[in-house]
């Protein structure tokens, strides 16, 4: 904190972490499994060289299994191509198990039957509330599951860690996330370019936009009921605005109040 000696204010300087590090994605290629309809794939079965036993009755066992995998890598092709989705990698807490992950694809098995109902039978209003309350159940048993999971494995590890001041001080630092890689900092200066260019974009896109248009008020209108206001209901109006002056220049505007009666 400096000061600057000007007017009641103290300059104060300090630095924010705003920019944060960036994120680690993947790629995985998947089939959009939902998509495929049973009946045009048993047709597209049926078409196929796996159901023709001329094209394969004389094969070895080898190339009966290569004839099986490209036939059905061909069906598929043709009816939910492979696509690539990129997502971002995040780092799993301590405490989330297999069995986190378990009731977790629970927990989105009836979030997803919920939504297929929805789509299937919209007009099925009871069908429509039974799916989506099993889905609220099941949300609010994973939510307790969870927090019951951090606790219990918080509460076990400052216990085994207990007699281990130095560990348990590197556990509690890496639960309020110590010594993770440092973000970079934004200057005043480039926060003060940011503020300007977006302002003189703001500018920019209404630089052609047409003049407000006022509507004039009709000749009926009059303001001829005024009253005299006393000193008090002016000093209760400005005691309630809000106190611009910071509690130091209050503290100092009373010693030098003091100072200047004397003793």
């Not at 000696?5 to 960036?22: E, G, Y």
């Not at 807490?93 to 929805?118: G, I, L, S, T, Y």
């Not at 480039?190 to 006022?214: I, L, Q, W």
């Amino acid at each position: 904190m400096t000061d600057v000696d000007l007017s009641n204010h103290r300059l104060l300087s300090w630095q924010a972490p705003l920019v944060r590090p960036c994120s680690s994605y993947s790629t995985v290629t998947s089939r959009p499994r939902n998509r495929l309809h049973l009946a045009e794939f048993r047709a597209e079965l049926l078409q196929s060289s796996l159901c023709c036993s001329d094209a394969w009755s004389n094969l070895p066992v080898d190339a009966l299994a290569q004839l099986y995998d490209d036939e059905l890598t061909a069906i598929l092709d043709r009816l939910v191509p492979v696509r690539a989705m990129r997502f971002r990698r995040k780092i799993s807490d301590p405490w989330f198990d297999d069995d986190c992950r378990v009731a977790k694809r629970c927990v989105r098995f009836f979030e997803r039957e919920a939504h297929r109902v929805r789509r299937s039978d919209p007009d099925n209003l009871e069908a429509q509330s039974v799916a989506t309350e099993a889905w609220y159940t099941r949300r609010r048993e994973y939510r307790r599951f969870i927090d019951e999971k951090r606790n219990a494995f918080w509460r076990t590890k400052v216990d085994s860690e207990r007699s281990d001041p130095r560990q348990l001080w590197r556990s509690v630092s890496s639960l309020m996330g110590r010594g993770r890689a440092p973000v970079s900092t934004v200057d005043a200066d480039e926060a003060h370019r940011f503020f300007d260019n977006k302002v003189a974009g703001v500018r920019a896109s209404t630089d052609d936009a047409p003049p407000p248009s006022y509507t004039t008020a009709p000749t009926t209108c009059q303001l001829d009921d005024f009253r005299r206001l006393s000193t008090d209901e002016v000093v209760t109006a400005v005691r309630l605005l809000p106190d611009k002056q910071c509690q130091s220049y209050v503290i100092n505007q009373s010693i030098n109040h003091c100072r200047q009666r004397g003793p």
